[in-house]
């Protein structure tokens, strides 16, 4: 059974940094992908980027602008996403994923069939 379980969101002033993790079991071979995503209240849930961690190849979504970095530990089989220059609107529960197959790099929800609980991130001062 794949599982992930993410880590590391809070309360952070506008600027600041943080760094998710993406905890994963259950998932075996290296054909697959982990991408993160977020929500906001109202609003759909989106695309922030994905990487296929068995060759460390990364997408981002256009409105990441060079502030959000993906990478992975396969030791660990965890996944980060650093967050850096946090504004306000960043605000929205985080969400990662996971599917099988790397030859396309999705940034659609629609393709990722496992999914964490989710953990929150609040930019406020």
């Known amino acids: 059974e794949v599982q992930l379980v993410e880590s590391g969101g809070g309360l952070v002033q506008p600027g600041g940094s943080l760094r998710l993790s993406c905890a994963t079991t259950?998932?075996?071979?290296?054909?697959?992908?982990i991408g993160w995503f977020r929500q906001a209240p109202g609003k759909e849930r989106e695309g922030i980027g994905c990487i296929a961690p068995t060759f460390h190849n990364r997408r981002y979504a256009g409105f990441v602008e060079g502030r959000f970095t993906i990478s992975s530990d396969n030791a660990k089989n965890t996944v980060y996403l650093q967050l850096d220059s946090l504004k306000p609107e960043d605000t929205a529960v985080y969400f990662c994923?996971?599917?099988?197959?790397?030859?396309?790099?999705?940034?659609?929800?629609?393709?990722?069939?496992?999914w964490g609980q989710g953990t929150q991130v609040t930019v406020s001062s």
């Open positions: 259950g998932i075996t071979g290296d054909d697959y992908s």
């Open positions: 994923a996971a599917r099988r197959g790397f030859g396309v790099l999705s940034l659609s929800v629609s393709s990722y069939p496992y």
